[in-house]
């Protein structure tokens, strides 16, 4: 595609919930990242695909938070039982092996 | 620990003239620099880059000054127009590690 894409834009889950966001990476690109991005802040990483394998899962902030991208293409970030805390937007970004990473969107998770 | 840091939160420029953000990194190891543009409710978005084997790199309207005696780049915007309000990130990176430590942005406001 033309450029990463993300979904859903916006989300409100109710805290205890879990929810799923996708992320599409620019076609060809073999490096896939997540990032957790808070108001007025710089992108925290989160973790770190490269093709199918996820190598790093370091900045995952719990056990809750979970990450797969079983085809190396489309990702998905998942969150159990989402807590107030977990508010945030968050982001993906792909690149070709480990140069200019091309963001997303963003998704926007509010739990309430 | 590694940072990556912005010396001014927010930043107010006359239209037409033009804009310098200032950015400085802790790491020596650094060797990749990228900034990136945030608009609300959008992912960053790639501006310019510079490696550390240059001092200067130019785009259209945009120049990228990197100092690494004293670990220091900056932004420079020519001619600043309305739509270059937004946040404004570094980030760094090295050959050996893929992540990318972001400072926290600047907020580039145009007056008109």
């Known amino acids: 595609g033309a450029g990463v894409s993300q979904s859903p834009r916006y989300k409100v889950a109710k805290r205890g919930q879990d929810v799923a966001l996708r992320c599409d990476p620019i076609s060809g690109h073999v490096s896939l990242f997540w990032y957790q991005q808070a108001l007025g802040q710089g992108p925290e990483f989160l973790t770190y695909?490269?093709?199918?394998?996820?190598?790093?899962k370091s900045g995952l902030p719990s056990d809750r938070f979970f990450a797969e991208r079983p085809e190396g293409s489309v990702s998905t970030l998942k969150i159990q039982r989402t807590q107030q805390e977990d508010s945030a937007v968050y982001l993906c970004a792909s690149t070709i092996k480990t140069d200019t990473q091309y963001f997303g969107p963003g998704t926007r998770l509010t739990v309430l | 620990g590694e940072s990556v840091g912005l010396h001014l939160p927010t930043l107010s420029v006359q239209e037409g003239d033009n804009s310098i953000i200032n950015c400085a990194y802790s790491n020596s190891a650094s060797d990749y620099f990228i900034w990136y543009k945030q608009e609300s409710g959008k992912g960053p978005q790639f501006i310019i880059d510079i490696r550390s084997n240059m001092d200067k790199r130019q785009g259209q309207r945009v120049t990228v000054l990197l100092n690494k005696t004293v670990k220091h780049l900056s932004l420079q915007i020519a001619a600043t127009q309305p739509g270059d309000s937004a946040v404004y990130f570094c980030a760094a990176t090295s050959a050996s590690n893929y992540q990318l430590i972001w400072g926290a942005g600047t907020k580039l406001i145009i007056k008109p």
């Open positions: 695909f490269q093709n199918e394998a996820q190598l790093d």
